[in-house]
């Protein structure tokens, strides 16, 4: 989520899913059934998702998004074209998702499931999740992210069903890529790791600052996450809810809390996580006698998101009781100042593949 710390890295254009089978050799039979999937695909979409994401036939070469024949413990797809590392493989055959947000839950418990049997005192091991006996299992609910809709969802349902994808995917994400331990491979990690969301391809970053931060050029970033003529922009919010970056977790120790999130309880359940985040102090501590106010680093990536430079009164919103009313008087008084915390980025890791 906190993709950050490096200003020289410039995102790339387009993504496109792309790899070759058997060094540019198909069966016939595979390759009638993508081009009867890809057609149905198109059909039940309205013929609006972009063929990139599907078949691009060059000679005696299929690229494209195409199950493998058997899943692979922990496994992860590279996109030779991108080097994205692609979390699920498009399964054989297509069907149409009809409740994204069970499918999310699905796949969020039995992550759950494999994570308790390797999780001592707090720390798990993630190598030993990838060698689990149910790890395909997982792996073949995640493919089935490949036949859900962006397009026919309201905005509350987007937007629960990607916060809960990204906060799953991550702890996924550390099992097959591994976690990244320095300031450039974890912006590597957000610019890299995706998934493949009904045809198309979304990186973490583009799942924050692309859908849910309506397009916005993320931090220490040049360039918005989906650029001009990138059909993914489509999916994007129209507007930022700020609240976002209380409820997605990175998987450090300084992000917020994981939650799960529903459609039609989502005000609700934003601001009991804004509450939350802003109740704690390691988030945000107010000093009232020297009118100090230091808060997480969030508030600072993401201060256009908060009233442009008004972060105590965004904060405002989000405290209750005695902490609200004191910061309230200070900032009335204007006489209130703000410091960034630093964040903390260990993670719950006793044993981890290393990301990059």
């Known amino acids: 989520m906190r993709s950050v710390l490096i200003l020289s890295y410039a995102v790339a254009g387009s993504i496109v899913a792309a790899f070759s089978v058997n060094d540019g050799q198909i069966g016939i039979n595979s390759l009638e059934r993508c081009n009867e999937a890809f057609a149905r695909v198109e059909v039940e979409t309205n013929n609006r998702i972009s063929r990139r994401s599907f078949i691009n036939i060059s000679g005696a070469t299929l690229t494209g998004a195409i199950a493998s024949p058997s899943l692979s413990c922990a496994a992860t797809k590279e996109d030779s074209a991108n080097g994205k590392i692609i979390l699920n ?9 009809n409740d994204p947000l069970a499918l999310v839950d699905c796949i969020s418990n039995l992550y759950k499931q494999i994570e308790s049997k390797y999780t001592q005192n707090g720390l798990v091991d993630y190598i030993s999740i990838g060698t689990d006996a149910d790890f395909p299992k997982l792996e073949k609910e995640m493919s089935k992210l490949e036949n859900v809709s962006l397009k026919s969802m309201n905005t509350p349902t987007k937007m629960a069903f990607v916060i809960n994808l ?7 994400a550390f ?12 912006l590597s990690f957000f610019d890299k790791v995706a998934v493949n969301v009904g045809g198309d391809i979304f990186t973490f970053n583009d799942l924050e600052n692309g859908i849910l931060s309506a397009n916005s050029v993320p931090p ?15 999916f994007a919010l129209t507007q930022t809810d700020p609240r976002i970056h209380f409820a997605l977790n990175c998987g450090a120790k300084s992000c917020p809390a994981v939650r799960r999130y529903s459609a039609d309880r989502l005000e609700e359940e934003l601001q009991a996580a804004a509450i939350a985040f802003c109740d704690d102090d390691s988030n945000v501590l107010l000093d009232g006698p020297k009118a100090e106010l230091r808060v997480s680093k969030i508030f600072k990536w993401y201060n256009g998101d908060f009233s442009k430079g008004r972060v105590p009164l965004q904060i405002l919103n989000y405290l209750t009781g005695e902490k609200k009313a004191t910061l309230d008087e200070l900032v009335k008084s204007k006489s ?5 915390a630093a964040y903390d980025w260990t993670t719950n890791d006793s044993r981890s593949k290393t990301f990059g």
């Not at 493989?89 to 998702?97: G, H, N, Y």
């Not at 099992?175 to 974890?186: M, Q, S, Y």
């Open 89 to 97: 493989s498009l399964q054989a055959e297509i069907a149409i998702e």
């Open 166 to 172: 990204y906060n799953t995917l991550i702890r996924v």
């Open 175 to 186: 099992v097959t890529a591994g976690i990244p331990k320095n300031d450039l491979t974890r």
């Open 220 to 234: 220490y970033h040049l360039t918005k996450p989906f650029g001009k003529g990138d059909l993914r922009e489509s």
């Open 336 to 340: 209130v100042s703000v410091d960034f």
